[in-house]
C-alpha cells in the first residue's frame, strides 16, 4: 500500500508513464467481475485513512485510523457529518517519514466485555515499532483511556521503512501481526531469514497471558517453541541467542507484508509482500513457512544467501514493468509498483463477487481479484481500472462481510456491483 508497504513513493509522471507503457494489461480468461466504488461517507474526509473495523459488540460502532495518530468513530448515518474522536497520539508524532506512523488497529474479540484494542505505531530515538494494550474509558465507552496502555513489545526499527504492520485476531484467538524487514534496500542486515530477529516476519502471541517476564504469552504450538529451525531442541524453550529462533515467530523470509487477513470461512490467512525492484506478490501463510525473502523476491532469485528448509512458493505474483511479465506464468496480469492486500469476499451483497480475493496496487489505484480453488490460481485480473490519483492505501470489512477501500484522495469506499 502505503507507507507500510511502500518504498519511496512514486510521482504522478512515473506511474503516467508506466501506465502508458502497459500498466492496463491483459487479464486472464474469464476474470472475476468488474466493480465499481461507492463513496461510502460522502460528506466526511480523512488525512491518510489507513484501518476500518468494525466494534464486536452491540453498539454498531465503526472506527477509522488515520496515519498521524488519530482514531474515529464514524457516523451511523452514512449521510452525516459528525465523527467523534476516540484516540489520539499524533502529539507522540507517530508520522515522522513516509512510511511511519499509527499503523494497524485490532478490538479484543472480547471487546464487548474487557474493553480492549491494540495499536502498532511508531517511536523515536531509538527508531521503534510499538505494539500496545490500551482500553476504553470506563466513563465514557466512545473514547479510549490512554492511562491504560500496557506495551506489549518494542521492535528495534533501523530505517524508516518497511514497518509492516497488520494487527489481526485469528480464529484461534491468538493476535497475528506483520513486522517488515527494517527498511533501507535489499535487506541488508539480512533479518528475513534470520530466526532471532523479529523483523521480515509474522508472528502469534496470546495476549491473555504472560510467558516468563514476557508481557504476552508465547502459544505453546507455535511452530519454533522450544526446537530450532533445523529441529533441535532447545535446552531453553525461549531461547533467543543468535543460534536460536524466537518462539513468537509464525512465519518469516517476508520483506514487508502490507495487510494480511483470515478467509473468514476457510480460516486461511491471506498477505501482500511488497516487492524490492521487480514483484508484488500474494502469499498465503502457514504454520512455520519460509516465504523466502531475500534469497528471492516473488518466484526468482535475489540475493546468494542460506536458507533452511523449502520455500513457499507465492499463490500469484506481479510485475512492476511490462518487459519483466515473460519471467513469469502470470504474464497477462497488470504491473504494478506495491500492493495492497485485501480481504476474500465473503458478503451477501455481490454474489459474484463472493470466493474473489481482493487486492489492490497503492501506487497506480489498480483493484484486482483472484480465485484461488483446489491449491492454485484459477482465474485473476482487474476489477477496476488504474486510478494513481487515489493510492489505494488499505481495505477494510465490516461485520457482514462487505468490503471497503480506504484511499489517500481522503476517502472511504464501498465495494459494490456495478450499476447498485
Request: hydrophobic share 35%.
Amino acid at each position: 500500500m502505503y507507507s507500510a508497504k511502500l518504498k519511496p513513493w512514486a510521482c504522478a509522471a512515473n506511474v503516467s508513464l508506466l501506465l502508458s507503457l502497459g500498466a492496463s494489461g491483459l487479464t486472464a480468461a474469464e476474470g472475476p467481475p468488474a466493480i465499481e466504488l461507492k463513496d461510502a461517507y460522502p460528506l466526511l474526509t480523512f488525512e491518510r485513512p489507513l484501518w476500518l473495523e468494525d466494534a464486536p459488540d452491540d453498539s454498531n460502532r465503526r472506527i477509522v485510523i488515520e496515519q498521524a495518530g488519530r482514531i474515529w468513530l464514524l457516523p451511523q448515518d452514512r449521510n452525516g457529518v459528525e465523527r467523534k474522536l476516540f484516540l489520539d497520539i499524533s502529539h507522540r508524532r507517530p508520522f515522522v517519514q513516509n512510511e511511519e506512523g499509527l499503523l494497524a488497529f485490532a478490538f479484543h474479540p472480547q471487546f464487548k466485555t474487557n474493553g480492549k484494542f491494540y495499536l502498532y505505531y511508531t517511536q523515536q530515538s531509538p527508531k521503534r515499532n510499538v505494539l500496545s494494550e490500551v482500553r476504553v474509558s470506563e466513563s465514557d465507552p466512545n473514547r479510549a483511556d490512554l492511562t491504560t496502555e500496557r506495551v506489549l513489545m518494542e521492535i528495534e526499527q533501523p530505517y524508516w521503512n518497511h514497518d509492516g504492520s497488520t494487527v489481526i485476531f485469528g480464529p484461534d484467538g491468538y493476535l497475528y501481526f506483520s513486522t517488515g524487514d527494517g527498511g533501507s534496500g535489499g535487506d541488508p542486515h539480512n533479518v528475513g531469514q534470520s530466526g532471532h530477529h523479529l523483523l521480515g516476519k509474522i508472528l502469534r502471541i496470546d495476549v491473555n497471558s504472560r510467558t516468563g517476564r514476557l508481557a504476552y504469552g508465547v502459544p505453546k504450538d507455535n511452530p519454533f517453541v522450544g526446537r530450532d529451525r533445523d529441529g533441535t531442541l532447545k535446552e531453553d524453550p525461549f531461547d533467543t541467542r543468535p543460534e536460536g529462533v524466537r518462539p513468537e515467530i509464525w512465519a518469516y523470509g517476508l520483506r514487508n507484508v502490507w495487510r494480511m487477513s483470515f478467509d473468514r470461512e476457510t480460516g486461511e490467512l491471506w498477505a501482500a509482500d511488497v516487492g524490492q525492484d521487480k514483484w508484488e506478490e500474494v502469499n498465503l501463510i502457514v504454520k512455520g513457512g519460509n516465504y523466502g525473502w531475500s534469497a528471492r523476491e516473488g518466484f526468482h532469485p535475489y540475493k546468494d544467501q542460506r536458507v533452511r528448509g523449502r520455500l513457499i512458493d507465492p499463490i500469484l505474483e506481479y510485475p512492476h514493468k511490462p518487459e519483466f511479465a515473460a519471467e513469469s506464468k502470470f504474464a497477462d496480469h497488470s504491473v504494478g509498483l506495491s500492493i495492497t492486500g485485501g480481504y476474500v469476499y465473503r458478503g451477501q451483497k455481490f454474489p459474484a463477487l463472493r470466493g474473489v480475493y481482493v487486492y489492490a496496487d497503492f501506487q497506480y489505484g489498480t483493484i484486482f481479484g483472484l480465485r484461488y480453488e483446489n491449491g492454485e490460481v484459477t482465474t485473476y485480473g482487474e476489477l477496476s481500472k488504474p486510478n494513481p490519483t487515489r493510492l489505494v492505501a488499505s481495505f477494510g470489512e465490516d461485520r457482514d462481510g462487505e468490503l471497503y477501500m480506504l484511499a489517500f484522495d481522503g476517502k472511504i469506499y464501498e465495494i459494490v456491483a456495478p450499476g447498485k
